[in-house]
Nanobody, 126 residues
């Protein structure tokens, strides 16, 4: 069983930056693909970014590509989402997720993930 805890959310102005962290405990974090998703009020949860088990490969949504960077530090059992040039439409609760497929590839669908954090709020004002 893996427990995930996000942190680093907050309120920023448009054009600002935030770095989200997701600390993992239990399980085999270093062998799991990881992902970030977000959910805005009244909208469905949507994919943001994913990395494969060793963090070398990554995939981004169209809205995140070029502005967000996912990284994984297995020594610290932590995955990060560096967000730059934030826009009001990035406002959402951000969730990290772990896929229990050992040594697995990137995964862009929520159904691929077995463990989820509780989320951290990101609010971007114009």
């Amino acid at each position: 069983q893996v427990q995930l805890m996000e942190s680093g959310g907050g309120s920023v102005q448009a054009g600002g930056s935030l770095r989200l962290s997701c600390a993992a405990s239990g399980g085999n974090f270093h062998k799991y693909p990881m992902g970030w998703f977000r959910q805005a009020p009244g909208k469905e949860r949507e994919f943001v970014a994913t990395c494969n088990w060793n963090g070398i490969s990554s995939v981004y949504s169209d809205s995140a590509r070029g502005r967000f960077t996912i990284s994984k530090d297995s020594a610290k059992n932590t995955v990060y989402l560096e967000m730059t040039n934030l826009k009001p439409e990035d406002t959402a609760v951000y969730y990290c997720a772990a896929d229990s497929l050992l040594y697995g590839p990137t995964a862009t669908t929520a159904e691929a993930y077995d463990y989820w954090g509780q989320g951290t709020q990101v609010t971007v004002s114009s």
